[in-house]
């Protein structure tokens, strides 16, 4: 029992200062006087088993508390090594968890740093979704303004009657689709211009451009005074012979028999005569022109000519289109002018193209349009509105 290993623990030098010593036996007090012996030696034999029975059990005593300290230092030595390998096992799972912590606290920073871009990205996504779903309303009047805006400058440059009247249908039609009743005052005001269009006269600027077209592709082909060709030259009618009396052969002619050769001269001379005149009257011709220069035209010039003449009816078609009466009105003008002066008035062509000029110019061009003032003041007042 004496080889355990002795530990340096309290605990231990506690247990083994509990150890129980063997009680001295104090010695005998001082008896009586000595009687006789056979009552002393009763009286001694007594204590000496007390004695001996007390030191029994002291040394049995003794016996069990070493025991017992023996198997404590054993459980003690057992704990005590548990509790090394335990310490070493917790430092190597604190190593490892400190190892751990560290990579959660990177993957922790970087999911932070993720979180912080996902939330700007939704922040930036809620602003996004709060812009374009802002207010319904709002961007249909502002679609519906520019709309009108765009139908009313179309309609005071170009007087595009139509393309004005399908932007203000469009507009009631996009209105028409909410319910709110603060719309009915833009809806009238709409209405309103709907009924002042419609009641503006016609004018067939389509046809107008078409009949203009038409005569554009005509000029080639007009006859210019300068171009004009003498007329051929009649035949002279010849003088019947007489038949032959019937029953005589078509082809067999007889010359009269009374006709001299004095009157077969006379005849001859009235026959060529009358074709030499016919001839002469061809070569010279008299004719009463307004302006002669008309008629010295080269090639040359006739083409310029020509080509001014269309460069003038595009002018009108182009002033037509662009409701410019004005410069219409002048640029047919001119065009006619030149008609009557360098061409052949006389020709059925170009009498029908003087007409076709005279019906395009008596169209009424000079119509008052009205502007859409009232629909966009109606929108642009329910936008101000706080």
Not at 81 to 93: E, F, I, M, R, V
Not at 162 to 170: D, E, S, T, V
Not at 268 to 283: I, N
Not at 312 to 323: D, Q
């Amino acid at each position: 029992m004496n080889d355990l290993p002795t530990l340096p623990n309290s605990s231990s030098g506690q247990q083994s200062s509990q150890t129980v010593e063997p009680t001295p036996v104090p010695p005998a007090a001082p008896g009586p006087a000595p009687r006789e012996p056979g009552m002393a030696g009763a009286f001694q034999r007594p204590l000496t088993i007390a004695v001996i029975v007390l030191g029994i059990l002291l040394a049995a005593q003794t016996w069990s508390s070493h025991k017992r300290v023996s198997s404590l230092r054993e459980e003690m030595a057992r704990r005590l090594q548990a509790g090394d390998n335990s310490n070493s096992q917790t430092g190597q799972l604190v190593r490892a968890t400190q190892e751990t912590t560290k990579e959660l606290q990177i993957k922790v920073g970087l999911l932070e740093s993720r979180q912080q871009e996902a939330q700007s990205q939704q922040l930036a996504l809620e602003q996004l979704y709060q812009d374009l779903s802002k207010n319904r309303d709002e961007w249909a009047l502002a679609e519906i303004e520019q709309v009108l805006s765009t139908a009313s400058q179309q309609l005071q440059l170009a007087g595009n009657v139509p393309g004005a009247l399908i932007a203000l249908q469009n507009a009631d039609r996009s209105l028409s689709r909410s319910d709110k009743p603060q719309f009915i005052t833009i809806r009238r005001a709409i209405a309103k211009d709907i009924e002042r269009l419609k009641a503006l006269p016609s004018v067939d600027n389509v046809g107008l451009a078409v009949r203009l077209d038409n005569v554009i592709a005509q000029v080639d082909n007009l006859p210019l005074l300068a171009d004009e060709k003498p007329a051929a030259p009649a035949l002279p009618e010849k003088k019947l012979k007489p038949r032959a009396a019937k029953g005589a052969a078509p082809t067999q002619e007889t010359a009269p028999a009374d006709e001299t050769w004095a009157q077969r001269v006379q005849h001859a001379w009235h026959d060529w005569s009358t074709e030499m005149w016919s001839e002469v009257t061809q070569l010279i011709r008299v004719r009463t022109v307004d302006s002669p220069e008309a008629l010295m035209l080269s090639p040359t010039h006739s083409y310029f000519l020509r080509e001014n003449l269309k460069l003038r009816l595009l002018n009108a078609r182009m002033a037509l289109l662009s409701r410019n009466e004005a410069a219409f009105r002048a640029d047919l003008l001119a065009a006619q002018e030149a008609l009557a002066k360098y061409f052949d008035t006389r020709a059925k062509q170009t009498q029908t193209v003087q007409q076709l000029l005279r019906q395009v110019q008596g169209s009424n061009l000079s119509i008052e349009m009205p502007t859409l003032a009232d629909s966009l003041n109606a929108v642009r007042n329910y936008k101000a509105k706080p």
